[in-house]
């Protein structure tokens, strides 16, 4: 059992929040909405996982990379943290690209 893969998330997922930070784009600009939108695409997210896993789509590959916790058969722990990275990096993404875009319009 090891933790490297989970470690590597929360690394990464607080490169996310230094950024956010930073630049004042996700959770910095309006904490509310944010938490909303976060929980609501991590919700829509473990919802598609659950159905692959349902329909046998997905499973949980076999490495020593993961601390072998699981939420539900076939759901690691660490997909959790994945999928609340992605969402976040999606989120730091597109408010990013949007404020940059908005900057060379107004030039």
């Excluded at 590597?8 to 996310?16: D, E, K």
């Excluded at 959790?80 to 690209?97: K, V």
């Amino acid at each position: 059992m090891s933790t490297l893969y989970l470690l590597i998330l929360l690394v990464s997922l607080t490169g996310m929040v230094v950024l956010d930070r930073a630049f004042s784009l996700f959770f910095w600009r309006d904490a509310r909405r944010a938490t909303f939108v976060l929980v609501a695409g991590v919700g829509l997210f473990l919802c598609w996982d659950l159905l692959g896993i349902g329909l046998g789509i997905f499973y949980r590959g076999e490495t020593e990379l993961m601390t072998g916790l699981q939420l539900a058969p076939e759901l690691p722990v660490e997909e959790l943290f994945f999928l609340t990275f992605l969402a976040y990096l999606t989120m730091n993404l597109t408010l990013g690209a949007h404020r940059l875009l908005a900057g060379r319009v107004r030039r």
